[in-house]
């Protein structure tokens, strides 16, 4: 692959961020560069997402999600209780582990599961409402996604006040998943087909191994999991650290700076699968935010734009743009954090580039079935634009 081939392919796949730094880049020929700029950029809020971003990374690769998903599958049924608790994973999970590490763990989770259970028609039905599912469900708390742990640190909300805020939309979000669910989903038996196959093939391949292969095997099997036990405890305690940095009881610095240490030295190549884009996208946005702040006309008329209709504009602005920018751009422009916050969670429905993690269910689905991304598309559209509609109106109401 050539350099230029390599550059296309990467705007291709961070089409934000070549977006976000081409935009910093004209605001600079505006407004100079100078110390000033060091002072744009939320140190904090960098620092609190890239230590939770690790932390992510390591608990993903030790499989822990994974186990506590099948032990969940493991007592289903029917095809709706299935159906139900591929969902729901990501709707609960996503409020601690945010969305795209939702998505990255469960949707290959649910291909596995229902190829398995020879239901493949439910496949797409179940990925549409498992993606809605972890853009509603990180909306409730603070590190359920980027744009609330920024707009969270700039308001200086309470945990408890912010949760209030977007509890309400998300008890709605989770009624309307369950409608989706009986609508979608019919109620078929599973229960011979979920767990036997893989212990058959499991049993066949040590039937073929020797008693010394067997025991070396399951030694290593019983090493490898003590070590990840292990791991586990460390990213735990890890994650607990970040959540009191979170609310505001312990310097960020301390904690990332242990987060980078332990995982180095435990697993350091988890800090390789880490998404420093999304860091260098927050940077740029904030240069270019900061930049369009200093020139009165434009900052004037963006707060005369903004200025009381947060909430539409917050929503409005993330079908184009997705809800991470969106917050990044509008924040600067307004004081009513509050209703920016709803806006921009709400307006993760709707296109497919509304919320940059409903991407990672369209690749992943569309890497095994590239000749039903069609329609999958139409199915996310539909679906993302009835869950905003209601949302929508309930935003008005309340």
């Known amino acids: 692959m050539t350099f230029k081939e390599k550059c296309i392919h990467f705007i291709k796949q961070e089409t934000v961020l070549a977006v976000a730094t081409v935009l910093a880049v004209i605001s600079a020929f505006f407004v100079a560069p100078s110390e000033a700029y060091l002072k744009y950029i939320d140190w904090r809020v960098l620092g609190i997402l890239l230590s939770l971003m690790i932390i992510m990374a390591g608990l993903q690769k030790t499989g822990l999600f994974d186990s506590i998903g099948a032990k969940l599958l493991g007592k289903t049924s029917t095809t709706r209780q299935l159906a139900f608790i591929l969902v729901f994973l990501c709707f609960f999970f996503s409020m601690l582990i ?7 763990t469960f949707v290959p989770f649910a291909m596995i599961m229902l190829k398995k259970c020879k239901q493949e028609k439910l496949l797409i039905p179940v990925i549409v409402l498992q993606t809605i599912a972890a853009n509603l469900g990180s909306m409730l708390t603070p590190i359920g996604n980027p744009q609330n742990l920024y707009l969270y640190n700039l308001s200086g909300m309470g945990m408890g006040e912010f949760i209030g805020v977007m509890l309400p939309y998300t008890i709605i979000s989770g009624v309307l998943l369950c409608i989706g669910i009986v609508i979608c989903c019919k109620k078929e038996s599973i229960t011979e087909v979920v767990i036997e196959p893989v212990q058959e093939n499991w049993n066949r391949e040590e039937e073929n191994l020797s008693k010394e292969e067997r025991k070396s095997l399951q030694e290593k099997a019983s090493m490898k999991k003590g070590r990840n036990l292990i791991k586990n405890a460390v990213y735990i305690t890890l994650f607990v650290l970040s959540l009191c940095v979170v609310v505001r009881l312990v310097p960020f610095e301390m904690v990332l700076l242990a987060v980078i240490l332990l995982v180095f030295n435990m697993d350091r190549k988890v800090l390789m699968q880490v998404d420093y884009c999304l860091l260098l996208t927050f940077i740029a946005f904030f240069i270019f935010t900061g930049n369009m702040g200093n020139i009165s006309v434009v900052r004037d008329t963006l707060q005369q734009l903004v200025a009381g209709k947060e909430l539409a504009i917050g929503v409005i602005s993330s079908q184009a743009i997705s809800n991470v920018p969106a917050a990044l751009l509008l924040s600067g422009f307004t004081s009513d954090y509050r209703e920016l916050l709803i806006g921009v969670n709400l307006g993760g429905l709707g296109t497919l580039i509304a919320s940059m993690a409903s991407l990672i269910s369209y690749k992943l689905f569309a890497k095994e079935y590239n000749d039903q991304k069609g329609k ?17 109106v309930a935003a008005i109401i309340l």
């Not at 999958?376 to 929508?392: C, D, E, G, K, S």
């Open 376 to 392: 999958y598309f139409w199915w996310f559209t539909i679906a993302n634009v009835v869950f905003l509609a209601v949302l929508a």
């Open 98 to 104: 945010t969305n795209d590490v939702a998505l990255f």
